[in-house]
């Protein structure tokens, strides 16, 4: 029944060309909703859950978050001048960004903490809004949330659509994205799975504060993902979608186990409209989990051939 | 509108006697869900916190857990022939709750590691499961899950009903909460919050797995309640319920801020039915957050006056 009104309905996903990769997911979507069939999944089972950069989002020439943290310390600096003589800090006043990736993860996260401590949760989340509607991508010259993926947003709809309910789960900051994904992507903050630092609850005087410390309290990423996803979630997910090896093990955690599971890998494959890469990237290398898709069933997207528009604004 | 329709019908709360705590909750979600009133809170902000243990079932002679972990380490026991000389184990054993205690947090800590680890979360999922199925409390001689408050139970469905979002936001494990919290309160794993151990993934062949290390990952109590909201929510409540010292961030949090906030404290006042304890418990002691209750305008629910039953067998 679900299967044939959703032949008559419009096009769920008109930005998908019509294909193998298309059809998969329709057809999944549709077995596991359909009542009484084989493949059926219960309502509060259709758990979704999606990377965010590259997956959702492009991810070049870096990180997006990476421009964020670079944009705050050049905004600190003034209140730092002993940075123009101290790495990482001079690197990226400099746009040395050779010298700042020279001092490794010990200076990355320096940076990090610089961008987002002694301040409490909610001046963090208004810091991270005011960027996300200022900031322009280099290449784009528009605000880095018009460069999330249509065929994505789509997807989302649709599954929720169908009773799914979807999930981030990305190695990006928790507090850098539940300020603006629920607006773009429809995914509110409690759905929302990602790295985070040390905070702690302070109460001064009549006002109660969640402050922001140094220090990496949980890493989501790689066999972080399945870990986050036990912790936040509680249930395997039945789809899941990356885009790198940092995927992996969230790909093996969803469909390496019974009943009807959705591996998805999107594949940066156009260099005009977007970026290709894969094997050696600095930003979502994708290489071991590429090898292991046909072992596992996952479906690759090939962006360039079966997606019609990349963006919102192509439209 | 909304509360005059409620006013025709039949009553959401049956098991609370009317007067001032009943009417100060029905209120307040009528005017939180009046469109267009002074009040009214937007369908996703209205989060709804609830500690579980002395909040939404009992905890005495001693929490719930303790019990299972007691338990799982008599059934270890055939296993671990040393542990009939050794302290905290000897005293499980024998019986001797005082040798136990004397122990400390580091006792207490290795019967909760030896009760849980070096299983995967699946595998504690099923062993949860099935004793909560079969124990039984000493003194209702009824499983653990009839020990829940009735009250509760229409508290958490009437809010649902208006639209509010509930979570568990508890000091005890999540992974021993997840397994039954569902079938009883009707609030699904994602929407639990607790205390956990830490784990770790590992793809064994084609089997991915999540194991039980050894090991603290996260206090989700006292100052931990904030914190684990803000990371696992990532919304601040407008309605949070506890019942001990235990909840006193949590309920600060949730009030001292702007808009309509309700806190609940719920007051074990009734010795006969249930428990009757506060300032001197060792399980649930309330003391610190009902002097607080006056000045933070916190509504404390007296259990003997206030509920018309405690348990749904009484039915
Ligand atoms: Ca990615
Ligand atoms: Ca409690």
């Known amino acids: 029944l679900s299967g044939a009104a959703s032949a008559q309905a419009p096009d769920p996903l008109p930005s998908w060309n019509d294909g193998a990769t298309k059809t998969a997911i329709v057809d999944f979507v549709t077995r596991t909703t359909t009542t009484g069939g084989p493949d059926f999944v219960a309502m ?10 590259g997956t959702l989002w492009s991810e070049q020439p870096m990180y997006f978050q990476a421009a964020f943290i670079l944009d705050r310390i050049k905004t600190l600096a003034k209140d730092h001048p002993e940075w123009k003589e101290q790495q990482p800090f001079k690197g990226v006043l400099e746009g040395d960004i050779e010298a700042v990736m020279a001092t490794g993860n010990q200076g990355l996260g320096e940076l990090l903490a610089a961008s987002s401590t002694g301040m409490s949760v909610e001046e963090f989340a208004a810091v991270v809004k005011d960027w996300i509607q200022t900031a322009k991508h280099p290449r784009f010259d528009r605000p880095y949330v018009e460069l999330v993926f249509q065929p994505m947003l789509e997807l989302l709809a649709y599954l929720r659509a169908n009773g799914y309910q979807t999930f981030i789960v990305s190695g990006g900051g928790i507090e850098f994205m539940r300020p603006w994904v629920e607006g773009v992507y429809g995914i509110p903050p409690q759905q929302v799975v990602g790295s985070s630092g040390k905070t702690e609850f302070k109460l001064d005087g009549d006002k109660p504060e969640i402050l922001k410390l140094p220090g990496i309290e949980f890493v989501d990423d790689g066999p972080g993902k399945p870990v986050g ?9 039945v789809f899941a979608a990356g885009n790198s090896d940092g995927d992996l093990q969230m790909l093996q955690w969803t469909t390496l186990n019974t009943g009807p599971r959705m591996g998805i890998i999107i594949h940066h494959t156009d260099a005009k409209r977007e970026w290709a890469y894969d094997r050696d990237s600095h930003f979502g290398r994708l290489d071991k989990a590429l090898d292991e898709a046909p072992k596992r069933g996952w479906v690759v997207v090939d962006m360039k051939n079966d997606w019609k528009i990349i963006y919102p604004f192509e439209k």
């Open 44 to 53: 509060g089972d259709r758990i979704a859950t999606f990377d965010n950069d």
């Open 229 to 237: 996803i036990n912790r936040f979630i509680g249930k395997r997910p």
